[in-house]
């Protein structure tokens, strides 16, 4: 793995079982005093990443979500952990919310959804000798294809009969396409971009076809007060109106 991918997922491991530990026993807490958005994130270049030291989280995403809860005036925090864990909390914890998340059928029901704050295309990566000869899911569909654990891509595949093999992490499928453990990967195209990028991989691994697209939304715990997502949504529309998101876009 990448030194530098390495180190933000260590961040995120420590800062993940440190927001996991402590939820439980602030939340009382907090209520008791001011009420605040706890939000989750995963590190997903370039839509979320952190500084070295964990404090300052940042990215394509992440810079739309400070803005929005910033004009909605509304307290919060961003704690960056493994995209399950991630999901979870804001699935089961009150004043709880997770980006970005992908707004599918199944999981319509489980949030109050804000957005979308950013979009993403979906891909399908193999090998350079394969780009114009691979261009669509029915060619590949007895083959293995490296997906990430809870991801929509992964479970769209899947629901519709492709063998998917799920990592904890994109560069792990990443890796394991490369020493032929797997004979595709699919991630959103930009994280892909990046991920090859950095590990310098791009004479052995290219996009093969895109194949759907996500829109991509800040998903809050049914519990978070309406005047909350009211408030946030209200603000999103000025964000995209005045120029904001775009400029935020042109950033990254």
């Given at each position: 793995?990448n030194?530098t991918?390495?180190?933000?997922?260590i961040?995120q491991?420590?800062a993940?079982?440190?927001?996991?530990?402590?939820?439980?026993?602030?939340?009382?807490?907090a209520?008791?005093q001011?009420?605040q958005l706890?939000?989750?994130?995963e590190?997903?270049?370039?839509?979320?990443?952190?500084?070295?030291?964990?404090?300052?989280?940042?990215g394509?995403?992440?810079?739309k979500?400070?803005e929005?809860?910033?004009?909605?005036?509304?307290?919060?925090?961003?704690?960056?952990?493994?995209?399950n864990r991630?999901?979870?909390?804001?699935?089961?914890?009150?004043d709880?919310c997770v980006f970005?998340t992908a707004?599918?059928?199944?999981?319509?029901?489980?949030?109050k959804?804000?957005g979308?704050?950013?979009?993403?295309?979906w891909?399908i990566?193999?090998?350079?000798?394969?780009?114009?000869?691979?261009?669509?899911?029915e060619?590949?569909k007895?083959?293995?294809?490296?997906?990430?654990?809870g991801?929509a891509?992964?479970?769209?595949?899947?629901?519709?009969?492709?063998?998917?093999?799920?990592?904890y992490?994109?560069?792990?499928a990443?890796k394991?396409?490369?020493?032929g453990?797997?004979?595709?990967?699919?991630?959103d195209?930009?994280q892909?971009a990046?991920?090859?990028?950095?590990?310098?991989?791009?004479?052995?691994v290219?996009?093969?076809?895109?194949?759907?697209?996500?829109?991509?939304y800040?998903?809050?715990?049914?519990?978070?007060s309406?005047?909350w997502?009211?408030t946030?949504k209200?603000?999103?529309?000025?964000?995209?109106?005045?120029?904001?998101?775009?400029r935020i876009e042109?950033?990254?």
């Amino acid at each position: 793995m990448n030194p530098t991918i390495r180190a933000w997922h260590i961040r995120q491991f420590g800062a993940g079982l440190t927001f996991c530990a402590v939820l439980f026993s602030l939340t009382g807490t907090a209520h008791a005093q001011t009420r605040q958005l706890q939000i989750t994130a995963e590190t997903s270049i370039p839509f979320t990443m952190s500084s070295a030291d964990g404090q300052s989280v940042y990215g394509r995403t992440a810079d739309k979500v400070h803005e929005l809860l910033r004009r909605s005036q509304i307290p919060y925090q961003i704690h960056v952990m493994s995209w399950n864990r991630a999901f979870e909390l804001a699935r089961t914890q009150s004043d709880t919310c997770v980006f970005e998340t992908a707004r599918t059928p199944d999981r319509e029901a489980s949030f109050k959804w804000v957005g979308p704050i950013s979009r993403g295309q979906w891909g399908i990566y193999g090998r350079p000798e394969e780009v114009g000869k691979v261009t669509r899911l029915e060619q590949i569909k007895d083959k293995s294809i490296g997906g990430y654990l809870g991801d929509a891509l992964g479970q769209y595949l899947d629901q519709h009969g492709y063998h998917v093999v799920n990592s904890y992490e994109d560069e792990i499928a990443l890796k394991n396409l490369l020493i032929g453990r797997l004979d595709y990967w699919t991630t959103d195209t930009s994280q892909g971009a990046v991920l090859i990028a950095a590990s310098h991989v791009k004479d052995k691994v290219a996009l093969l076809f895109t194949y759907g697209a996500s829109e991509y939304y800040l998903a809050c715990n049914p519990q978070v007060s309406d005047e909350w997502i009211d408030t946030m949504k209200k603000k999103l529309l000025e964000i995209k109106a005045d120029g904001t998101d775009a400029r935020i876009e042109a950033k990254y």
